[in-house]
């Protein structure tokens, strides 16, 4: 079993920066892949950023790149989310999900664990 949690989130003027963090407790070897995803209120969850664990490939969406910066850190099993310039229509909760097997998909339904969530507030 694989436990997510994620930390970081808050409220932030636009223009700003926040760090998220996804600790990855229990079977780490089980997770080949790390994204994530975030939903604002009445939308569906999308796809953020993504990151192999093992190699360190990296994929982004078209309105998260060049903002935001997807990361690992093997020694502490934890992924980063580096997000900059951020902007209103980033408000929403962004969820960090691993997947074992396959590389990084923008379908949530190809993930196996979750964590919570951790809600991001961008003011105007």
């Known amino acids: ?47 953020v950023a993504g990151i192999i664990w093992w190699g360190g490939t990296t994929t982004y969406a078209d309105s998260v790149k060049g903002r935001f910066t997807i990361s690992r850190d093997n020694a502490k099993n934890t992924v980063y989310l580096q997000m900059t310039n951020l902007e209103p229509e980033d408000t929403a909760i962004y969820y960090c999900a691993a997947r074992y097997l396959g590389g990084v998909s923008r379908q949530p339904r190809d993930y196996d664990y979750w964590g919570q969530g951790t809600q991001v507030n961008v003011s105007s």
């Open 1 to 47: 079993q694989v436990q997510l949690i994620e930390s970081g989130g808050g409220l932030v003027q636009a223009g700003g920066s926040l760090r998220l963090s996804c600790a990855v407790s229990g079977r780490t070897f089980s997770s080949n892949t790390m994204t994530w995803f975030r939903q604002a209120p009445g939308k569906e969850r999308l796809f």
